[in-house]
């Protein structure tokens, strides 16, 4: 095991159940090559090298990496925006792979399936939510990429709970951003949203156009903001019904009281008066992008109307599977670009440069 390696290991300690116990851990008999791409420290290029994963833990799938997408989270932890990151990390949590070993204990998963790995890899399962399935508000949950390996790699192993199967019907090449970006848009659609409402997309990339995609084949009536012109006959390509642009405050004015919905995907600065003006009564602003300026919120603009604002972060294993039927039966693939996993800084910079349309896929070319 490479030193760099271990310290990352050592920094795995949130879930207790996750650490190797000599006596009942599946010993490493399979002679496997493991490499990855690491980042030895923020904004810096990874590099390939060979990883030792040690001993499978009994609760653990081991997945072969097939293709992973690239989310712009991956670019936020590299570039440590959000001060958590771990270094070396292994990033990339948009895993489409086959299983090839499950710990003695893991169930539901078996060798040689498709599957499929998120922003998250591991939770308690004893909390009050873990028990009613909302895994992903654990407080032990383990993200993919903070102190975690993740998918940009030969192989990356999760907790058997959080190794989705793929429905056959998957586009598979493609599915990847679905396992982050596309269940962190999906989630409010299933939780708040009725086939009859309107609802808004705001921002058109990489989690907009998808929610674009999702919100039409819901039924919805789906108007898509973004502040780039350049997308309005793409957005309506995906499926929106209108298109304005984000920066038009006076035109926004003019909805004031028609989304049921709106969900913000932008990690930007708007005019969040105005958009919470433009909510029905009884209506909600949900936020999955990660902006970091505070969002001002007028009392009196959600008491009146009885409206609300919200968050969620990705979803529960069960939300991800059902995501997934729901692109299979709709065929809703996201837009991807694909890049041989070897050209992983250029992808990066790519991303970075906010070129992609709309989702970057890394195939494995180990
Ligand atoms: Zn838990
Ligand atoms: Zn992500």
């Given at each position: 095991?490479?030193?760099?390696?271990?310290?990352?290991?050592?920094?795995?300690?949130?879930?207790?159940q996750?650490?190797?116990?000599?006596?009942?851990a599946?010993?490493?008999?399979?002679?496997?090559?493991?490499?990855?791409?690491?980042?030895?420290?923020?904004?810096?290029?990874?590099?390939?090298?060979?990883?030792?994963?040690?001993?499978?833990?009994?609760e653990?799938?081991?997945?072969?990496?097939?293709?992973?997408?690239?989310c712009?989270?991956?670019?936020?932890?590299?570039?440590?925006?959000?001060?958590n990151?771990?270094?070396?990390a292994?990033?990339?949590?948009?895993?489409?792979?086959?299983?090839?070993?499950?710990?003695?204990?893991?169930?539901?998963?078996?060798?040689?399936?498709?599957?499929?790995?998120?922003?998250?890899?591991?939770?308690?399962?004893?909390?009050?939510?873990?028990?009613?399935?909302?895994?992903?508000?654990?407080?032990e949950v383990?993200?993919?990429?903070?102190?975690?390996?993740?998918?940009?790699?030969?192989?990356?192993?999760?907790?058997?709970?959080?190794?989705?199967?793929?429905?056959?019907?998957?586009?598979?090449?493609?599915?990847?951003?679905?396992?982050?970006?596309?269940?962190?848009?999906?989630?409010?659609?299933?939780?708040?949203?009725?086939?009859?409402?309107?609802?808004?997309?705001?921002?058109?990339g990489?989690?907009?156009?998808?929610?674009?995609?999702?919100?039409?084949?819901?039924?919805?009536?789906?108007?898509?903001?973004?502040?780039s012109?350049?997308?309005?006959?793409?957005?309506?390509?995906?499926?929106?019904?209108?298109?304005?642009?984000?920066?038009d405050?006076?035109?926004?004015?003019?909805?004031?009281?028609?989304?049921?919905?709106?969900?913000?995907?932008?990690?930007?600065?708007?005019?969040?008066?105005?958009m919470?003006?433009?909510?029905?009564?009884?209506?909600?602003?949900?936020?999955?992008g990660?902006?970091?300026?505070?969002?001002?919120?007028?009392?009196?603009s959600?008491?009146?109307q009885?409206?609300s604002?919200?968050g969620?972060?990705?979803?529960?294993?069960?939300?991800?599977?059902?995501?997934?039927?729901?692109?299979?039966?709709?065929?809703?693939?996201?837009?991807?670009?694909?890049?041989?996993?070897?050209?992983?800084?250029?992808?990066?910079a790519?991303?970075?440069?906010?070129?992609?349309?709309?989702?970057?896929?890394l195939?494995?070319?180990?």
């Open positions: 095991m490479s030193t760099s390696t271990q310290t990352r290991d050592e920094s795995v300690g949130s879930s207790k996750q650490q190797p116990s000599s006596s009942t599946v010993p490493s008999f399979r002679s496997v090559n493991y490499k990855a791409w690491i980042a030895k420290g923020p904004k810096q290029p990874m590099v390939l090298e060979t990883v030792d994963l040690g001993p499978l833990t009994n653990d799938v081991e997945v072969a990496v097939e293709s992973c997408g690239l712009h989270s991956d670019l936020s932890v590299l570039n440590n925006d959000w001060g990151s771990q270094f070396p292994i990033l990339g949590h948009e895993v489409i792979g086959r299983v090839t070993a499950v710990g003695p204990n893991a169930k539901g998963i078996t060798v040689g399936q498709h599957v499929g790995v998120g922003w998250n890899s591991a939770s308690c399962m004893h909390c009050r939510q873990c028990m009613s399935g909302s895994h992903h508000l654990c407080p383990q993200a993919t990429i903070l102190g975690h390996r993740g998918g940009f790699a030969t192989h990356i192993r999760a907790h058997w709970a959080w190794v989705i199967p793929l429905p056959e019907k998957l586009n598979f090449a493609d599915a990847g951003p679905l396992l982050c970006g596309g269940i962190t848009v999906f989630s409010p659609l299933a939780m708040y949203a009725t086939p009859s409402q309107r609802v808004g997309i705001i921002g058109i990489g989690l907009g156009h998808m929610a674009v995609k999702f919100a039409h084949a819901y039924g919805c009536d789906v108007t898509a903001f973004t502040s012109e350049s997308k309005f006959d793409e957005a309506k390509s995906f499926g929106a019904n209108h298109v304005l642009s984000s920066k405050s006076a035109a926004i004015k003019k909805l004031a009281g028609s989304f049921d919905l709106l969900i913000s995907t932008v990690n930007v600065k708007l005019d969040w008066e105005a919470i003006a433009a909510l029905a009564p009884n209506g909600r602003l949900h936020v999955v990660a902006v970091l300026e505070p969002i001002p919120v007028a009392a009196f959600l008491i009146g009885q409206r604002v919200s969620s972060p990705s979803g529960s294993p069960v939300a991800t599977a059902t995501m997934l039927d729901f692109a299979a039966r709709h065929n809703i693939a996201p837009q991807t670009e694909h890049y041989p996993m070897s050209k992983i800084n250029e992808a990066f790519r991303l970075e440069s906010g070129k992609a349309r709309y989702r970057i896929v195939d494995a070319d180990f």
